[in-house]
């Protein structure tokens, strides 16, 4: 596994930008909407891995759930894995716990979360990498 991304959840993307592009000097790739999740995503690569702002795009948003419990800050960390659906079964033989439902992120890549309270307070996300991670956006 390699983590693919950290998921920052912010108010609005726009006034993230000035911290993390005009200030930490990041580069933002692209900014997009996933319905889905009801989230705008700022992609801005860092090293083998990126960072996601992520910003909600309706009240029922996950993401507006959380800004609304704590606050603006890490929002999930992202691993990506080559098979998810071998990966998931191997977990669920484990006590980390799957969050329902399943879907898809990015790139429309497969992804899938695991519960906070079974994994010390952090949602991770796995998404599919595939074998070539070269070819993964
Ligand atoms: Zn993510």
Same mark, same amino acid.
């Given at each position: 596994?390699?983590?693919?991304?950290?998921?920052?959840?912010?108010r609005s993307i726009e006034a993230a930008l000035n911290t993390y592009q005009r200030q930490l000097g990041l580069t933002v790739t692209e900014i997009v909407d996933i319905e889905e999740q009801r989230v705008r995503v700022a992609v801005l690569p860092c090293g083998e891995s990126r =960072?996601?702002? +992520?910003? *909600?795009?309706?009240?029922?948003?996950?993401v507006q759930k959380f800004l609304d419990r704590r606050g603006e800050g890490v929002h999930h960390l992202c691993f990506g894995v080559q098979n998810i659906e071998k990966k998931l079964r191997e977990l669920q033989a484990g006590s980390l716990q799957l969050v329902e439902p399943s879907g898809r992120g990015l790139g429309d890549?497969? =992804?899938?979360? +695991?519960? *906070?309270?079974?994994a010390h307070g952090v949602l991770i996300e796995l998404v599919e990498t595939g074998s070539n991670e070269e070819t993964s956006p």
């Amino acid at each position: 596994m390699r983590l693919d991304h950290i998921g920052i959840a912010v108010r609005s993307i726009e006034a993230a930008l000035n911290t993390y592009q005009r200030q930490l000097g990041l580069t933002v790739t692209e900014i997009v909407d996933i319905e889905e999740q009801r989230v705008r995503v700022a992609v801005l690569p860092c090293g083998e891995s990126r =960072i996601e702002l +992520l910003e *909600p795009t309706a009240p029922d948003s996950p993401v507006q759930k959380f800004l609304d419990r704590r606050g603006e800050g890490v929002h999930h960390l992202c691993f990506g894995v080559q098979n998810i659906e071998k990966k998931l079964r191997e977990l669920q033989a484990g006590s980390l716990q799957l969050v329902e439902p399943s879907g898809r992120g990015l790139g429309d890549r497969k =992804i899938a979360f +695991l519960h *906070p309270k079974s994994a010390h307070g952090v949602l991770i996300e796995l998404v599919e990498t595939g074998s070539n991670e070269e070819t993964s956006p």
